[in-house]
Structures are given as structure tokens and as C-alpha cells.
């Protein structure tokens, strides 16, 4: 019964490749989003997905794109990563952006590190 | 955009001691969540609490909206408490997409 998934728990790659991180969520929400933390636990917001359309992008580098194939997914692909890529990557999701008030549940998490 | 700071940065506590984690905001805000993040990185969600008051077990969270500030409670601490706690604010109109801040969180360590 996991509510927002993602998919690989852990990410080890060189610089200059290519990866995708996947998410999943079963809860029925429109709403869906992707978040970085650093590594100072620092959490930022990078992109916001209503019903597979972009709503949010926080000026994150145009070597990550989102894609939503539909609302249950969103997933995070990176080109040509970067040693400052490295973070552990976190998906969200919440049920009705027409709502003022909303409860955000997120996923176990992604570490990328970038060697 | 609103700033969120919470206090203090670190807290050791001893097993059984009571604890109070303070977020301040810069702005209204019309959404506040704790969460906490447990050592293996899972973010848990604590409560959704905008205003007013809530109890769950031994914590509870109280945000008084018009003085712009939360508190988180931990009563009797356990080991498993330890991780550390972030507030999430935002504020934002209906039908605008929603954006939570995050602030800087509070490392708590648990010991016997």
C-alpha cells in the first residue's frame, strides 16, 4: 500500500551520463512534484506537475526535464550530469491544487551521487 | 519569497526529556507542515496545522498564524525520535499552483 514511490532508492553514476529517476504515486492526486535537498538538508523545490502539465519550474537548469505520462507518474531525466547533481532527489504529491490548503506526501527519496 | 527559520539549529536531549522546536515565517501563510526526517532519509509527515493546535501521542504542534510562528512538542523522547524536523510553509491563492518552503530544520539526537 506505498503511497509515493521512486525508483532507484540509490543512484551511483560517473559525470557527463545520462540518468532517469521514476516516481509513482497510488493516492489519486492531481498534483505532482520534484525536490532537491542538499548537502546541508536544505530542501527546494524544483518542478510541479498539475495533471500532467507544468505548473512550476524553480529556474533549475535545463539539463533536467520532467516528464508526466500521466497524473499518477512524473519522472526526472538529467543530462550530462554534474558533480553538483548530487542530492538526495525527493518526489511529492497532493490532491487538488484549487485548494488553498493542502497536505504534500512524499517519496522514500533518490540519492544520486556523481562522481 | 517568505522566510522560514527554525530553531535551534542542533539539540541533544537524553531519553525521556521534553523538547520544543520553534518555526518562525516571514509572511501569512495559509499552509504549515512538520515533517520529520528519520536517519535512513524518509520525510514523515508529522501534522498539517495552518492554525490552531494538534496532539498526536507524544508530540503535539501549535501555530499561532497571526504572530507568524509554530511549535513542535516532543514529550518524553525516545531514541526513534531523533532525525531531523523540518517546517514547510506556503501561502498562495486558490487556483495558483502550490509551492512549499522549506526551512533550515532542527537536528535532534536521542541518546540513552
Known amino acids: 500500500d506505498t503511497a509515493v514511490s521512486q525508483t532507484p532508492k540509490y543512484l551511483v553514476t560517473q559525470m557527463g551520463n545520462d540518468k532517469s529517476i521514476k516516481c509513482e504515486q497510488n493516492?489519486?492526486?492531481?498534483?505532482m512534484y520534484w525536490y532537491k535537498q542538499d548537502s546541508k538538508k536544505f530542501l527546494k523545490i524544483m518542478f510541479s506537475?498539475?495533471?500532467?502539465?507544468?505548473?512550476i519550474n524553480e529556474t533549475v537548469p535545463n539539463r533536467f526535464s520532467p516528464k508526466s505520462p500521466d497524473k499518477a507518474h512524473l519522472n526526472l531525466h538529467i543530462n550530462s550530469l554534474e558533480l553538483g547533481d548530487s542530492a538526495v532527489y525527493f518526489c511529492?504529491?497532493?490532491?487538488?491544487?484549487?485548494?488553498?490548503?493542502?497536505?504534500?506526501?512524499f517519496g522514500p527519496g533518490t540519492r544520486l551521487l556523481v562522481l | 519569497g517568505i522566510q522560514v527559520e527554525q530553531s535551534p539549529p542542533d539539540l541533544i536531549l537524553q531519553e525521556g526529556a521534553n523538547s520544543t522546536l520553534r518555526c518562525n515565517f516571514s509572511?501569512?501563510?495559509?499552509?504549515l507542515q512538520w515533517f520529520h526526517q528519520n536517519p535512513w532519509g524518509q520525510l514523515i509527515n508529522l501534522f498539517y496545522?495552518?492554525?490552531g493546535t494538534k496532539q498526536n501521542g507524544r508530540l503535539s504542534a501549535t501555530t499561532v498564524a497571526t504572530e507568524r510562528y509554530s511549535l513542535l512538542y516532543i514529550s518524553s523522547s525516545q531514541t526513534t525520535d531523533s532525525g531531523v524536523y523540518f517546517c514547510?510553509?506556503?501561502?498562495?491563492?486558490?487556483?495558483?499552483?502550490?509551492?512549499?518552503?522549506f526551512g533550515t530544520g532542527t537536528r535532534l539526537q536521542v541518546t540513552l
Open positions: 511529492a504529491s497532493s490532491q487538488d491544487p484549487t485548494r488553498t490548503q493542502e497536505t504534500q506526501y
Open positions: 493516492l489519486g492526486h492531481d498534483t
Open positions: 506537475y498539475n495533471n500532467k502539465e507544468l505548473i
Open positions: 509572511d501569512s501563510v495559509n499552509n
Open positions: 496545522i495552518p492554525s
Open positions: 514547510a510553509v506556503e501561502r498562495r491563492s486558490t487556483g495558483t499552483a502550490s509551492k512549499l518552503t
